[in-house]
């Protein structure tokens, strides 16, 4: 996205405004001037810094007083002009939407943007959105929903001058990441390029495939931890970087004695994608996830749609994902490898190559 002129972004309290903020600033501007309505500005470099932006010399930082803000934002256009940032970020202007307030602000934004060529970012609550989108160029609405399985997080293109609007892009916030899109970031890898397992998989599906996901499908006891492990510590011996993800710790025990690195992560929808992210960019080659099915009984249906859309599109980024689960009824669409094991014996019922519907032995 190329935000220029005048950005609102807005949404609930914790939704990562400011995060959101600092980041598209931080990686698109060389000087930012930055007017906060509610934090100090050792506390706002401290909280920038763990989640990875270190502004150092590049900002100039303004704690706003709120008892009279006409006067205060004379004097703020006065000093963006002179300083001639790239961008002024007024942080929150909910603060300051008291009786009248709004042709104070629509004076700024018309002084700074007019009269300077700055861009300005505006942050708002919800609530309040509407009496600043007007004189908005871009609108962007970050959706902030804490369900039982976990935060949900999506960035909502509402309205974008001169580019593409309407349509939504799940998003996390993490210490060292920062503010994270989920968008689909197509790996040079080609999705139909395999990698061989040195195992019964290479037969069935032709190996694993880089940037898909891949379902391993059968009762319990059906043997999808023993097929995951077993090609995970062959690809390891091939010198392969693999891990091992345990939704509540099951299965460590025999990813141990297959000698395979293992993860284990509560069902919480926003830690797990935090973990699969931070491995893709440690290029990964495969990453073995089993438990799923336990967000789904303790969640539903949706908490594994959820999880496999973001996944979908975080496995574009090159490694293979590989899922074990009791069914993907309802959710084929998202594996374009899909292997069925019966103890000892798999059957790709999906894949770009190997027999496809021909039992194989393990």
Same mark, same amino acid.
């Given at each position: 996205m @190329?935000?220029?002129?005048v950005?609102?972004?807005y949404g609930p309290?914790?939704a990562?405004k400011?995060t %959101?903020?600092?980041h ?5 501007y060389d @000087?930012v001037?930055w007017v906060s309505? %509610?934090? &100090?500005?050792?506390t706002? #470099?401290g *909280? ?5 932006y *270190?502004?150092?010399e #590049?900002? +100039?930082y303004w704690?706003?007083?709120?008892? &009279?803000p006409e006067p205060?934002?004379d004097?703020?256009v006065n000093s963006? /002009?002179?300083e ?6 007024? !942080?929150?202007?909910?603060?300051f939407?008291g009786?009248?307030n709004i042709?104070?602000i629509? *004076? ?10 700055i861009? +300005?970012?505006v942050?708002?609550?919800?609530? $309040?959105?509407?009496?600043v989108?007007?004189v908005?160029?871009? +609108?962007?609405?970050?959706?902030y929903d804490?369900?039982?399985?976990g935060a949900?997080r999506?960035?909502v293109?509402?309205?974008? #001058?001169?580019g ?5 892009? =799940?998003? /996390?916030?993490a210490?060292?990441l ?12 080609? =999705?139909?390029?395999? /990698?061989e ?5 290479d /037969? ?5 495939? #880089?940037?898909?996901l ?8 059906s043997?999808k931890?023993?097929l995951?492990?077993k090609?995970?510590n ?7 970087? +693999?891990a091992f ?8 025990v025999?990813a141990?004695k297959?000698?395979v690195?293992a993860?284990? $992560?509560?069902? *919480?929808?926003e ?6 992210y931070k491995?893709t960019?440690? @290029?990964?080659d ?7 099915e336990?967000? @789904?009984?303790?969640?539903?249906k949706?908490?594994?749609y959820?999880?496999?859309?973001v996944?979908h599109n975080?496995a574009?980024?090159?490694?293979a994902?590989v899922?074990?689960l009791?069914?993907?009824?309802d959710f !084929?669409m998202?594996? &374009?490898v899909?292997i069925e094991t019966?103890?000892g014996?798999i059957?790709a ?10 039992? $194989?032995?393990?």
């Amino acid at each position: 996205m @190329k935000l220029r002129g005048v950005t609102l972004v807005y949404g609930p309290p914790g939704a990562g405004k400011t995060t %959101f903020a600092a980041h598209y600033v931080y990686h698109n501007y060389d @000087k930012v001037f930055w007017v906060s309505a %509610f934090e &100090d500005e050792a506390t706002f #470099r401290g *909280n920038m810094s763990a989640l990875g932006y *270190n502004f150092g010399e #590049r900002l +100039v930082y303004w704690e706003a007083p709120l008892a &009279d803000p006409e006067p205060f934002f004379d004097t703020l256009v006065n000093s963006v /002009i002179k300083e001639r940032p790239g961008v002024l970020v007024i !942080d929150s202007i909910t603060e300051f939407l008291g009786s009248g307030n709004i042709d104070i602000i629509h *004076n700024v934004v018309y002084r700074v943007i007019k009269q300077s060529g700055i861009d +300005v970012f505006v942050t708002a609550e919800k609530e $309040v959105a509407e009496k600043v989108a007007y004189v908005a160029d871009n +609108v962007i609405e970050l959706v902030y929903d804490v369900r039982p399985y976990g935060a949900y997080r999506e960035m909502v293109v509402r309205k974008i #001058r001169g580019g593409r609007a309407g349509y939504a892009v =799940p998003y /996390i916030i993490a210490e060292g990441l920062g503010f994270v899109l989920f968008k689909t970031e197509p790996s040079e890898a080609k =999705p139909t390029e395999p /990698i061989e397992t040195g195992t019964c998989l290479d /037969i069935a599906t032709g190996g694993l495939y #880089r940037g898909v996901l891949h379902a391993v499908v059968g009762h319990m006891g059906s043997g999808k931890t023993w097929l995951m492990l077993k090609a995970a510590n062959s690809l390891a011996q091939r010198g392969k970087k +693999v891990a091992f993800i345990s939704i509540m710790a099951g299965g460590q025990v025999y990813a141990g004695k297959f000698g395979v690195p293992a993860v284990g $992560v509560d069902p *919480n929808l926003e830690e797990v994608l935090t973990h699969l992210y931070k491995m893709t960019g440690e @290029k990964y080659d495969a990453v073995f996830i089993r438990g799923l099915e336990l967000m @789904k009984t303790m969640y539903g249906k949706e908490s594994l749609y959820v999880f496999l859309k973001v996944l979908h599109n975080i496995a574009k980024r090159g490694t293979a994902f590989v899922i074990s689960l009791r069914s993907v009824e309802d959710f !084929d669409m998202f594996f &374009d490898v899909i292997i069925e094991t019966k103890r000892g014996v798999i059957n790709a019922a999906r894949a770009p190559g190997g027999q496809v519907g021909v039992d $194989v032995q393990c």
